[in-house]
């Protein structure tokens, strides 16, 4: 008998939701400097999960990221869209 239950190493303790992408996107440094490739992995509401290869970045910057989108309904000036691939 143990007296400490060993926790999951992989419990998830995020409160959003996230949920595994791959669009590419640019981190936007400001100042006049050139923006920074990376790709977001995953997504939430809260967060995202980048990869940037060997890039040094500030502990804070700017993402921006677009993606092509179908609209797939509209409804009293509100519309929803589907990310389509970039051909």
């Known amino acids: ?7 999951d190493p992989f419990l998830e303790l995020r409160t ?3 949920f595994e992408v791959h669009y590419l996107a640019h981190i936007d ?3 006049d400097q050139p923006v920074v490739n990376c790709m977001i992995c995953d997504i939430s509401a809260t967060g995202a999960k980048l990869t940037i290869g060997q890039r040094e970045v ?8 677009r993606r ?3 609209v797939v309904h ?5 519309i929803g869209v589907q990310f389509v691939q970039s051909i």
């Open 58 to 65: 500030p502990n804070e910057f700017t993402l921006v990221f």
């Open 29 to 31: 440094l400001g100042f």
């Open 1 to 7: 008998m143990t007296i400490f239950q060993r926790q």
């Open 16 to 18: 959003s939701p996230r």
């Open 68 to 70: 092509r989108c179908k």
């Open 74 to 78: 509209r409804l009293d000036g509100q």
